[in-house]
């Protein structure tokens, strides 16, 4: 099989999307000597199977999902500053390499093959970063990994199961999301916001047909340079059987979701691994994590579209594995 690797956070999105593509003379190599490669480092892969208890007592009244804007984009562009607040970057040793979702105060989502071979005391957590260039021009937060939850069934030869959660060894403040709606597109939020959380998405819902949303600092062109800045673009949702029609065929369990136009042109790319894929409710005015960026072949490739970790599959697994942590919802409710 002629697979392409995805490996770094979302670092660009032009026309790129969810995978990162492996040079010629290393596709026959694992993907942990890749990244080691890129990294400049070993890694050691040390599992984590620390065990949540109970939510605090504590816990704030928040809401998820409220972006900075509310804005559609169709094509890759540049977003705003902290436009998605619970977009974070992974770092090991220093050097970014994959992306991740903060959905509770304790715990972000991110892609498994970003965790594998990994050692957690040397990950690091960053939030509210734009431009990974300039120093201190946004007010970033950084947290330490305290355990790294990798689905247990999690296959790194098809990507099958290809979730996992990172617990960060402090609790964020959610208190600081915002609680009204903007009124109309593109109105900007009057005070200074802290760290916020995606919604995780609705049980059982296809989302074939819905417009769906990727971010990160991945590259702009498959084999070019990453981004300095937070992209984004607008792909189509496909159903499963569509997907199974393109070069994929039954590469494509119940366990991915498929985003992208037949004709390509619009996609998420190298360094986008892990980062989220979302929807907008427009009942509730709130983005839903949908997809986590997990693999596929080139960048905006024609007939193969970006490929997903399908998130509401793990809907149980997520809960359970987060019993600790608070949660904000999407009509203000203190727990999940």
Request: hydrophobic share 30%; charged share 25%.
């Amino acid at each position: 099989m002629n697979w392409t690797f995805i490996l770094l956070i979302c670092v660009g999105l032009s026309s790129c999307f969810t995978t990162e593509t492996i040079p010629v003379e290393s596709q026959k190599k694992g993907l942990l000597d890749w990244i080691n490669h890129i990294l400049g480092g070993s890694t050691t892969q040390r599992p984590s199977t620390a065990k949540p208890s109970s939510p605090p007592e504590d816990c704030p009244t928040c809401q998820c999902g409220i972006a900075r804007t509310h804005r559609r984009i169709v094509g890759g562009t540049e977003t705003k500053e902290k436009e998605y607040p619970w977009i974070c970057v992974l770092l090991y040793n220093g050097r970014f390499y994959c992306g991740c979702s903060l959905i509770s105060d304790f715990y972000v989502l991110t892609a498994a093959h970003c965790t594998a071979g990994f050692r957690k005391d040397r990950i690091k957590v960053r939030f509210l970063e734009h431009d990974r260039s300039v120093a201190n021009e946004t007010k970033t937060i950084d947290r330490k990994v305290s355990a790294i939850i990798r689905h247990e069934r999690y296959n790194p030869g098809t990507y099958d199961n290809d979730i996992a959660l990172l617990k960060v060894d402090e609790r964020l403040d959610l208190s600081k999301v915002v609680k009204k709606l903007r009124i109309s597109e593109d109105q900007e939020e009057p005070q200074e916001r802290g760290v916020g959380t995606v919604c995780l998405p609705e049980n059982e819902l296809s989302y074939a047909g819905y417009n769906a949303t990727v971010a990160g600092w991945g590259t702009t062109e498959e084999g070019g340079s990453v981004s300095n800045v937070l992209r984004e673009v607008t792909v189509p949702v496909i159903s499963n059987m569509e997907c199974r029609n393109t070069n994929y065929k039954d590469r494509i369990t119940e366990n991915m979701l498929c985003a992208g136009t037949e004709e390509g042109g619009k996609d998420a790319c190298q360094g986008d691994s892990g980062g989220p894929l979302h929807v907008f409710n427009n009942q509730t005015n709130t983005w839903h994590v949908a997809g986590v960026v997990s693999w596929g072949e080139g960048c905006a490739r024609p007939k193969t579209p970006g490929v997903y970790t399908r998130v509401n599959r793990y809907l149980t697994w997520i809960k359970s594995n987060t019993k600790d942590a608070c949660y904000c919802s999407q009509k203000f409710i203190k727990k999940l």
